[in-house]
T-cell receptor, first 116, second 111 residues
């Protein structure tokens, strides 16, 4: 079973609307990530989040994207004004910091976002 | 040049075969290497994780890292139809959070 739960499993939204995708880890973790996978394409890094702030982001993660951890548990990805090309699977991943800082990521099952 | 290259396949093998999946990378500073398995409409599932050159074995799976050649492999022994999935390699630099993924190799194990 994944260590994170993502909701909703499928989101259908009109172009231009805002969407919020949620990630709920089973237990406390240090690092949070969002990835995107367009159908048939590779998993693409969007953003990493550590200690309540963004630590790295990709060129995909432009001003229409934002992340936050509003209640210290849920981790959200907001897309302000969705475009057709935002249609993809969005995966949340978590990582702990081991003794040598080299722990792998564990992924949720994703949210399928469909923009109409 | 892409950071991580992976043959997309598809790779079709008979049940019981030994499967070899490979990735090459361009950045010699990558320190941590992972293999994930992804079933259709599911998230990537961690299979193997290593941070040094050499072999690491876990059941039917063996991960191999050759840092001098910038080449990693995943071997699956006695492959099963349930191994049919897309296999993703991923890697990370020391002290950075971003993970770099290959495009994935689709594997089909025929009964």
């Amino acid at each position: 079973e994944p260590e994170v739960t993502q909701t909703p499993s499928h989101q259908v939204t009109q172009m231009g609307q805002e969407v919020i995708l949620r990630c709920v880890p089973i237990s406390n973790h240090l690092y949070f990530y969002w990835y995107r996978q367009i159908l048939g394409q590779k998993v693409e890094f969007l953003v990493s989040f550590y200690n309540n702030e963004i630590s790295e982001k990709s060129e995909i993660f432009d001003d229409q994207f934002s992340v936050e951890r509003p209640d210290g548990s849920n981790f959200t990805l907001k897309i302000r004004s969705t475009k057709l090309e935002d249609s993809a699977m969005y995966f949340c991943a978590i990582r702990d910091r081991g003794a040598q800082g080299n722990q792998p990521q564990h992924f949720g099952d994703g949210t399928r976002l469909s923009i109409l | 040049q892409k950071e991580v290259e992976q043959d997309p396949g598809p790779l079709s093998v008979p049940e019981g075969a030994i499967v070899s999946l490979n990735c090459t990378y361009s950045n010699s500073a990558f320190q941590y290497f992972m293999w994930y398995r992804q079933y259709s409409r599911k998230g990537p599932e961690l299979l193997m994780y290593t941070y040094s050159s050499g072999n690491k074995e876990d059941g039917r799976f063996t991960a191999q890292v050759d840092k001098s050649s910038k080449y990693i492999s995943l071997f699956i022994r006695d492959s099963q139809p349930s191994d049919s999935a897309t296999y993703l390699c991923a890697m990370r630099l020391y002290n950075f959070n971003k993970f770099y993924f290959g495009s994935g190799t689709k594997l089909n194990v025929k009964p």
